[in-house]
Structures are given as C-alpha cells and as structure tokens.
C-alpha cells in the first residue's frame, strides 16, 4: 500500500542466494523493515535498517539500502527449505504512527 | 512468553451482523493497530491506537470503529459487515520507548462476510 512495491514471487534451489527487492515512495521514512509470514501465522520481524545506513548484515540475511534511487533489499545466503515465506518489505513514518507494507513476495525454495 | 493474542481465529458471519474481533497483548506496549490483508495488496492500516483513549484512523477506516479502554485491549468492531470487509486481519502492538518501530502480531483473525 501507498506506493510501497515488490515482485510477488521468488523460486530459487536450496543452497542459492535468494534476493527480494522493494521500492518505496516517502525519502522521510525513518526505519524500513523486512518481515516473514509463514503459512497461517502472523508476520514476524527479520530485520530493519535505519534510513541513514547504506547496508546491515545479520547472519545469513543482508540488506542494502539505496535511499538515493529509494530501493531497499534483502539478501538470503545459502537458501533453506526453511525460508520457503512470504516476505513483506515495510516503512515507518509520521514517528512510527503509520507503517506502509508492499505486498510480499512469496519465496518458494526448491530442493 | 510474550504475545498478541486474537480472537475469533476464523469466522464466517453474514451481512449487516455487529460483531467484534479482539486484540489482546501482554508486553506492556503503548501502540497498537490493526491491518488487513488482502491478496496482491499487502497489509493496510485500519487504525492504531498511541496509548488508552489515544486512537487514529489509518489508511482503510471506513465501516470499522476501535476503541482503547485499556492498555492490553484494543477491540476492532464491524457494526454492519458488508461482503468487501471479507479479509485477514491482524492486531500488532510495539513499544513506544527505545524505539525501532517493531511490530509484534497476532496471528490473524479470517473473516468472511457472506
């Protein structure tokens, strides 16, 4: 919603680098956010990234962040069947009163 | 354990049929909201609440009313359920305090207006 966009889907094989991209609108977003829902659950919050950073890794996930061209992704190292998810990309404004969502990209790892 | 409980899980109700979806969160945060979602669309924001008796509409407000009596509870109402209002809903609340803006979910109510 509100201009904040993702592919939907994603097929990879275990074992490959899995990269999901995101565009957003609002350069005065603060924080973006990477979330994963898996089947019948809630979201649950991978990683964020402040909007002064370029880059965060965090074990196998990496975000990059281009505030210029106003991208943000996430990097999966070494794919598991485990991270077969919906993967939402998310953005915090007005002091974290309103978050905005794209529409998730649905990752599907092969064995 | 720490949690944002929502209930009903799953229900299936008919036009024009008041009915309340609650929201409950045992960590003590300030914020809570309520989204929908909906294929292709994401979540959107129906509306949050920043503390008790503090509470602004979102993205998609129309035919839903809230209310924040206190702080662990925040109820969504649907006083007159129309068929568009069929969807996944989540609760999710977060800290206002240190903050990074996380959002902790519950695990979504579906509700189908028939």
């Known amino acids: 919603g509100e201009d904040v966009e993702q592919s939907l889907f994603l097929s990879v094989r275990e074992g490959d680098s899995s990269v999901i991209n995101c565009t957003y609108t609002?350069?005065?977003?603060?924080?973006l956010y990477w979330y994963k829902q898996e089947p019948g659950a809630g979201l649950q919050l991978l990683t964020y990234i402040f909007s002064n950073m370029d880059m965060k890794q965090d074990q196998r996930l990496t975000v990059l962040l281009n505030k210029k061209d106003k991208h943000l992704s996430l990097r999966i190292a070494d794919t598991q069947t485990g991270d077969s998810a919906i993967y939402f990309c998310?953005?915090?404004?007005?002091?974290?009163?309103?978050?905005?969502f794209g529409s998730g990209t649905k990752l599907n790892v092969k064995p | 354990e720490a949690q944002v409980t929502q209930n009903p899980r799953y229900l299936i109700t008919v036009t024009g049929k008041k009915l309340t979806v609650t929201c409950s969160q045992n960590?003590?945060?300030?914020?809570m909201s309520w989204y929908r979602q909906d294929p292709g669309l994401g979540l959107r924001q129906i509306y949050y609440?920043?503390?008790?008796?503090?509470?602004d509409k979102g993205d998609v407000p129309e035919g839903y009313k809230v209310s924040r009596k206190e702080k662990r509870n925040f109820p969504l109402i649907l006083e007159s359920p129309s068929p568009n209002q069929t969807s996944l809903y989540f609760c999710?609340?977060?800290?206002?305090?240190?903050?990074?803006?996380?959002?902790?979910f519950g695990e979504g109510s579906r509700l189908t207006v028939l």
């Open positions: 999710a609340s977060s800290s206002t305090s240190g903050n990074t803006g996380e959002l902790f």
């Open positions: 998310a953005e915090s404004r007005y002091n974290f009163n309103k978050f905005y």
């Open positions: 609440s920043m503390n008790v008796e503090v509470t």
């Open positions: 609002d350069s005065s977003s603060t924080y």
């Open positions: 960590m003590n945060h300030e914020y």
